[in-house]
Every structure is written in structure tokens, then in C-alpha cells.
């Protein structure tokens, strides 16, 4: 009978004897508490309820999904942090301060969050906010099931994130080989946090894929025919078509996985018939195409700064595109990469190696791209450009030891040690998540109306440069040294001023960090002298930029005619006014509570399948069928803006922008 | 959108044949026990490779029409990368197979 209502959870699973994880969840659920009762106190509640998390509007969804991301940059990176200090401590004689099995857990959910929880929500949201703009429409396809995508999100990152203080997390890495996933070995609910927390976070991106997709395909203003599309909206298509074709192997592969755990079937155990192997290879079918998901937008926002900031268009627009595509393509031909050492021969791993490097080659064409835009262009040094001039530089030295990574003698080697996480670190921290940054302080004021600051910016960027190869070119050394990875102790004193200076480099990183929340702090204090009337803070090139800053509701009050690439440059350099066309009432998304009552609902789903709660999960599920049934019953999921508020606001919007106290601050 | 009388005599067509096809793949694998298991194999692959154009045909509303070159083109795509996952696969992990548990798969 207990069993039946509680599963089984039990009080036992609240980690208190661990003075780390309660200090932790300590701080975290008062912090949760001060932000609840401050919101409560100035009355927000219902604001924010009303106007973000009801909101179908996909510029709100989007920065809803960067704030998501943003928070679970921080609980990443203090993974990160904890491992470092770990192993700048534990040598020889030294046992460091983390317990292994707990060392264990905390490298499978820095991976599992960074990966899942902030790179994929930080792009997301990019492209929430900005593809509708640039290719001239009010929304995206399907803005209801975007509101739901990103609440899928959200439980899913609220799974792992509550492994944190009931439970455990799982400690099978962020990859959960069996035969260590399975339940033989890990009997607890941690893998099964990593299985739902993925799960539920994954069918969100892939509807958001979805999503996407017929976006771009359908919803282009008149005459943006596809090589008149902007370059971040074509990365972004291409990475919508990974995601439709990888992901659901991912979802299959978790759902094989739980099947094992849960009702005890055979797939991936090492007896009965199972093989272990496949999981292996469908992990990485899945995992390789993730790794150019998360990167190909990041070089979408470099393409754009490069050219926006040089003052000039894109160089090799065209071969930007093909080689997008044509990365696209090789990203499902290289997988076994990940796993030359698993036991296939010699013209396996052969023909995975020459794509792997093959690879290398669309890739490369991109940094020539950049380059060559560059080249006689009148570089403005902004933040956003010197995030992309510091990837450009570290992300060769990164896909150069792809490129030795991918022989397989060499791979043998260095498989599995410090050499390969300093490689993968190396494409994503500069290659992915410095563009998000450069992205970030490049769109922001579009949706906020005012600029970030640009000298804290700058020294974030410096920071976490410098932090960078502090943090990450010993690991190099220490991969050629033979120290593997995921060491929670070790007993060779060489190592250990290599790890010391690792641990001075995520030190530095600290720093940009808090020097990226100073200047957030400071820009929101600063807005009055930080704000952007014009609707085109950098003499942007692209649609995004023909309206006013912050984006009304509808975007565009005139939907836009495309006759260019980069259509908002050559009409501004034609010189010509805009014509001034009467206003018309608008018909947009209106906001719907579903969204995240079925975030709710899934977490509770995924709550119950974790902890063996079977009625909760049943409960659960029934009521996610209900609210489709709902939503596809209701008809009322528009309203219309009446011609007189769109004609108010977008003057109101346009007048500060002419007048004499705008054009002075404009000049400084 | 409503729904055009022809568009629902095509979803019941549809709907009819592939229950044909699924309930023929059924057939097969209980009750024509005496054939040879590879003639049952290669039979049951192909009613679903059947199966998968029905679906496209009936259910997606594919055709050669010439404004559906572009879908056309996603799901020749698609079944590129299919082809590549599933060769891929089947290749690793034969020869996977057979260097590492040919002895005991023997069996």
C-alpha cells in the first residue's frame, strides 16, 4: 500500500547528512523565496503571469528561454567550479572535498545541463526572438505549441535541477553508457532523472524544431526567396533539420533505456540478448548531429555581427549557405568518431575518420568567410565583434585537434583523456557559446529598447578569454600526459600545477561571469542613457533592424516587401523615406494558460515515472491528453489590435526617435 | 479548414489499406508458419515499405504535383540520411560483432 502511493520515495532520499548539497539547496530554495516574495511584494505576479508565462508572443518566449539558460549557466558552471577545485586538491595524499560517488554525479549533470539546459535554450531563444523578425513575420508557425516547447523545457530542467536535494542525480555520465545505466548497476532514481529531465526537455526541441522550420519555409515576407533569406535564419533552418532527424532517435533510444529500467527488458544489458553497443552507437547518431545543432547558429550570429560590424555584406554568402548544408549532411556520416576504440575494424573506423575530417572542410570555408569579410572592412570593435574575433582565433586551435582526434591511431591514445574534454570544451565554448554572447549583446536592444553596457562587456569578454585557455589549454597537455578524464583522485604530483592553473583559468571565468551580471545590473540602471530610439543601434543590415527598438507586439505594422539581400541596407542606402501607409488592425496569438499547465503536468509525469509514482504519472498524462483537448476545442486563440493602438504605438515609437534629446545621445 | 468530402473518402482508403497491409503482416508472421523464415522476413519488410508509401500517399497528401517539388525534396532528403543511419548502423555493428563476440554469438 505505501508503495502504491508513495513509490518509492522516502524520506531518506533527502540528501541532509551532505553539508555541500544542503548548504546548496539551502541558498537556492531562499534565494527562490527572496525572488518569490519580491515579485509578490511590488505585485508582479499576475503581471508576469499575464504578460510572459501566458504569452504566445515568441520575442517574450524567447527571452524567457535565455533567462532559463542564463540560470542554468550558473548551476553548470558551479559544477564546473566544484570539479576544478576537486582536482587542483586531490593528489596523493590529498582526498579533496567531494566524495566520489558524488564527483560522479556532478560531472554527468554539467554535461547533461550544459548541453541540454543552456546551449539549446540559449540558441532557442535566440531564434525565438530573432528569425520571425528577420524574415518579416508577426510570429512563428505554430506560436501556441511554442509556448508549450518551452515549458517542456522548463520541467525538464526543473527534473535534473530537483535531483539536486531529493534523490540523486545519475552518476553514468552525460552519455549514461549501460551497461552502468541499467538498473543492475544503478538501482537508484538518478539515471532516471537523466532519462526524464532528457526526454521531456528533448520532445520540446523537437517541436520547436518543428516549429522552425515551417516558419522559415512559409511564413518569409513576399520576395525573400531562399538566397535572399539572412545567413543566421538559414543556420537556423539547417539546425531545425538536424533537429527533426536526430532527435528522435534520442527520444527512441531514452525510451528503449527506461523500458530496460522499468520493465525490465533487454535492449542494452550485457545479458539475455541486450547489447550494449547499440546504445553506444544510437547515443552518438543522435550526440554528433547535437554538437553541430548547438554550433550552426553560432556561426549564423557571427556571419551576421562579422558583416553588420565590418560594413560590409557577407562574404561567400552563397558558399556560407551550401557549406551549412553541407555540414548538415556530414554530421550524420561521422558519428563513430565518438567511438573508435569500440571495437570495429580498421575500415570502419577509416571511413569514420576521413568524414570526420572531411567535415573540417565546410567548417573551414566558414572561418575563411569570416575572414574575408573582415578583410578592408571598417571593423568597429563592440562587444559582440570581439566575442566573434576570439572565437575565430580559439576555434581553429580547437578544430585542429578535431582534425588529429579524428585519426584513429591518435584517437586511440588520447580517447577517453583530458585532451579530448579540452577538444570538445574548445568547439563549444568559444565556438557556440561565445557567438550566444555575441548574439545576446547583439539583439538585445531589439527586445528591451536600451543597449548593454558596452565597457563591462568588454572585460566579460576579456575574462572569459583569458580564463579560457587558462582553464583549458593544460587539459591539452595533461590529455598528452595520460591523465583521463573524470578523475576524482589521482596520485601523480606532475599533474597537478597543470590543474592548479585550470582551476585559475574557471577562476577567471568567475569573473567574466559576475562581470556579465554587473553589466546586466548596470544597463537596467543605465537604460535612460543606454536607450536605442532609432530602432537600428549598430546600422544593422537585416529586417530586425526596420523596426522600432523594443519590437512591438506585431513586429511589423506593414508586413515588408523584400526585393535585396540584406533588403534594410539597400533601402537604406537608396535613401528613400519609408511610405507612410494607413494602419490596419492586426490578428495575433492570444496568450493561453495551457502552456505552462502541461509544463506542470509533464514535470509531474516525469516526477512519477522517476520515483515508481504510478498514479501521479497516470494523472498526469491524462490531464496533458486533456489540455490538447481543450486548446483543439477553443477557438478563440486570436485577438485583434484595432488600427488606432498600432497606429499610437508604432508613432509614439518612431516620434522619440526624431526628436532633438535622441539625435544628441545617438551621437555620443 | 474544413475538410473536403475528398480529402475524407482519401483518409478512408487509406485508413482501409493499411489496415489491409498490417493486418497481411500479421497473418504472416503467425499464421504462415510452413514458409521459409527469410521469405517471411523479405514479405514482412516489404507489406511495411508498401505500408510507408500508403501513408505518404493517403495520409500526407504526397503526389507528383508539381508544388510539391520542395516536399518531395525533404523527403528524398530524409530518406537519405535514413539509409545512412540504417547502413551505418547494420556496418558497425557487424563488424563490431565480428571482432569482438564472434566466438560467442556462434549460437
Redesign the interface.
Known sequence: METLIFGRLNYHDIPYDNPIIMATLGGAIMLLLVVAFLVWYHGQWSYLWREWFTSLDHKRIGTMYIVLSLIMLLRGFADALLMRTQQALAEGGVAGYLPPEHYNQIFSAHGTIMIIFVAMPFFIGLMNIVVPLQIGARDVAYPFLNSVSFWLTVAGAMLVMLSLGLGNFSHAGWSAYPPLSEKHYSPGPGVDYWIWGLQIGGVGTLMTGINFFVTI?RLRAPGMTWMKLPIFSWTILVTT?LIM?AFP?LTVLLALLSLDRTLGLHFFTNHLGG?L??FT??FW?WGHPEVYIVILPAFGIYSEVTATFSRKPLFGYTSMVYASLAIA?LS??V??HHFFT????A??NAFFGIATMVIAVPTGVKVFNWIFTIYRGRLEFTTPILWTLGFIVTFCIGGMTGVLLAVPGADFQLHNSEFLIAHFHNMLIPGALFGYFAGYAYWFPKIFGFRLNETWGKRAFWLWLVGFYLAFMPLYALGFMGMPRRLVHYDNPLWQPYLVTALVGTLLIFAGILCQILQLTLSIQQRRLLQENTGDPWNGRTLEWSIPCPAPAWNFAHLPTVHARDDFHVTKQSGQAPPSLPYSAILLPAASGLGPIMGALAFLLGFGLVWYLWWMAAVALAGLVLCLLVRSLDDETEFLIPATTVEATERALRRIASSPYNASQVSQ | MKIHHSSLSKTFTGFVLSLILTLGAFSIARGWTDLASTMRHVLLVLLALIQILVQLRYFLHLDGSPDQRWKRWTLWYTVLIALLLLGGTLWIMHNAQMHMMAGMESS
Open positions: 519555409w533539420l532527424l532517435v547489447n553497443m547499440l552507437n544510437l547518431i549532411t550524420f556520416v558519428w563513430l569500440m571495437g570495429a575494424g575500415n570502419v
